[in-house]
């Protein structure tokens, strides 16, 4: 019957008041962190092993996009402001109780609307950051600057990936010369 096949969600977590817009996931395993990101300002780290929320970010604006480093050391959460929130992730996150964190300081300034995307080039250095105001960047997450600035004049960018060259794909490798593709 089609009931019997009726599928269950692995977990449900509740928590943010507003519209979730982005999520994560981690490496795996028994400490897979996922993260996520709402309109209520708020970014919400989860253990999966645990079923809890690790800890609460409070942000000074609405979030539309996330993404952790690849290891799982920074999170980055794109604002409806146009600035892309750098937080650390202390081993502390990991750790237990929910601890409520306003998140002011650190962020990399380039758009003049809502960050709609962010990904990491596979090297982890270079962080593409997409945005409604029709541009994408480029930086270098070592030293938080601007590397190139793409406006393909063509309105809003909703998304954003970046792909290891071919090469790459078919040695099974990446190399440090990864290429952003931006429409």
């Known amino acids: 019957s ?5 599928r269950q969600p692995l977990r449900v977590w509740s928590g943010h008041t507003l519209a979730v817009t982005a999520l994560w996931g981690g490496a795996g395993g028994q400490t897979l962190l ?3 990101a709402s309109l209520d300002r708020s970014v919400r780290l989860w253990s999966l092993a ?7 970010l409070s942000f000074p604006c609405a979030l539309h996009s996330l993404v952790v480093d690849p290891g799982e050391c920074l999170l980055y959460a794109g604002g409806a402001d146009g600035k892309v929130y750098e937080v ?3 081993a502390s996150a990991r750790g237990g109780t ?8 650190a962020a990399l300034v380039g758009h003049s609307a809502a960050v709609s995307a962010v990904a990491f080039t596979p090297d982890g250095v270079g962080l593409v950051t997409a945005s409604l105001d029709g541009t994408a960047i480029l930086w270098n997450v070592l030293s938080r600057q601007a590397v190139r600035t793409f406006s393909p004049q063509r309105g809003p960018i909703a998304a954003a990936q970046v792909i290891p060259p071919l090469s790459c794909l078919s040695r099974g490798s990446v190399s ?4 952003a593709a931006v429409p």
């Open 2 to 6: 089609p009931a019997s096949h009726t």
């Open 34 to 36: 996922v993260a996520s």
């Open 50 to 56: 645990a079923d809890e929320c690790l800890k609460a």
């Open 88 to 90: 650390p992730l202390a």
């Open 98 to 105: 929910t601890v409520d964190e306003h998140v002011h300081e």
């Open 176 to 179: 440090a010369n990864s290429q």
